[in-house]
């Protein structure tokens, strides 16, 4: 079957830095995406990764290794507007986004 | 603002009753999804549509209809629902379906069956 695996919950403190990882098992690969959804609001998009390595796009950073089904998000100089649900989804062999149930970000002050 | 709006925001209705919800995307795509999202468990993918053609159905009760009338508008019509289909029900659009086309939600109905 397919599945998403990443943490339920992790806390942080402000102007730290955080990883939230995630493990995928999929029929076929062609993406993975990472999405921040405050509460009470839509998902919106973070970042996307098809190929290895790291993408960065300013506090932000996105790891993927294709071999070990394996992801990350990377959050550096937190901020309390970070407090959100980032959710991990990959793109199937028939382009169906699967989805991680999500990773709820507290951050202290 | 997304570029997809949804209505109604929320809705409350009966086991009997029939509803409709609508989406709009102002984005020019050509695909557009329904989700389920419910409390603590990962998104649902319902429904499809690519060009105005639905192309995924994934095991949805027949309780559940989609609607795809244009590229821009997308409906889902509620009828006989069960107090387990309380949720919230997020539309989203994309450039097309493959490749790194990253999906547009909108803000989403958050329905409560009685």
């Known amino acids: 079957g397919q599945n998403i695996d990443q943490p339920t919950e992790m806390t942080a403190t402000e102007g730290a830095i955080v990883q939230i990882n995630c493990t995928y098992q999929?029929?076929?690969?062609?993406?993975l995406f990472w999405y921040q959804q405050h509460a009470g609001e839509a998902p919106t998009f973070l970042s996307y990764?098809?190929l290895d390595g790291l993408e960065e796009k300013g506090r932000f950073s996105s790891f993927l290794s294709r071999s070990k089904g394996y992801s990350y998000l990377l959050l550096k100089e937190l901020q309390m507007k970070d407090s959100a649900s980032y959710l991990c989804a990959c793109m199937d062999s028939n382009y169906q986004l699967i989805w991680g149930a999500g990773t709820k970000l507290i951050i202290k002050p | 603002e997304t570029g997809v709006t949804q209505t109604p925001r929320h809705l409350v209705m009966g086991m009997t009753n029939k509803k409709s919800l609508k989406c709009e995307q102002h984005l020019g795509h050509n695909a557009m999804y329904w989700y389920k999202q419910s409390a603590k468990k990962p998104l649902e993918l319902m429904f499809v549509y690519s060009l105005e053609e639905r192309v995924e159905n994934n095991s949805v009760p027949s309780r559940f209809s989609p609607e795809c009338p244009n590229s821009s508008h997308l409906f889902l019509h509620l009828h006989t629902l069960q107090p387990e289909d309380s949720a919230l029900y997020l539309c989203?659009?994309?450039?097309?379906?493959?490749?790194?086309?990253?999906?547009?939600f909108g803000p989403g109905t958050r329905l409560t069956v009685l």
């Open positions: 990764n098809v």
């Open positions: 989203a659009s994309s450039r097309a379906r493959d490749g790194g086309n990253e999906q547009f």
């Open positions: 999929t029929s076929g690969f062609n993406g």
